[in-house]
């Protein structure tokens, strides 16, 4: 898997680097983080790990929850990202396909990249 270098998301998220990194690399890491745990509890069925993942990569990076941008006509979102408060600001996205990514959703979207 293709992911934002430790050094990458440092910027992104000043003090908070390693420890997203270390979530988008580690499944155990994902199911042992408290705001992950808290979530599988608070679902009736087993959220998915890559709702996990971002759930916990949310607490540590102290974002504002997770968001989507949708196709049009299409019943899965183009991309999901953490909510920085600045539509500009350099996020964590995660892609459709899988794919993580630091870059700023509000670009993405004026270029239409996600089309």
Known sequence: MNLPSAK????????????????LESADAVRE???AQAL???????PGLAYMRLTACNAEAKTHGIEAVWRANDNIPAFEYLNTGDTYAPTL????????QVASWGDIVERGNYV
């Open 8 to 23: 990458t998301l440092e910027r992104a998220f000043p003090g908070c680097g390693r420890a997203v990194r270390r979530l």
């Open 33 to 35: 983080h408290p705001a």
């Open 40 to 46: 599988d509890r608070a679902c009736y069925g087993a």
């Open 93 to 100: 996205i995660r892609w459709a396909d899988g794919r993580y």
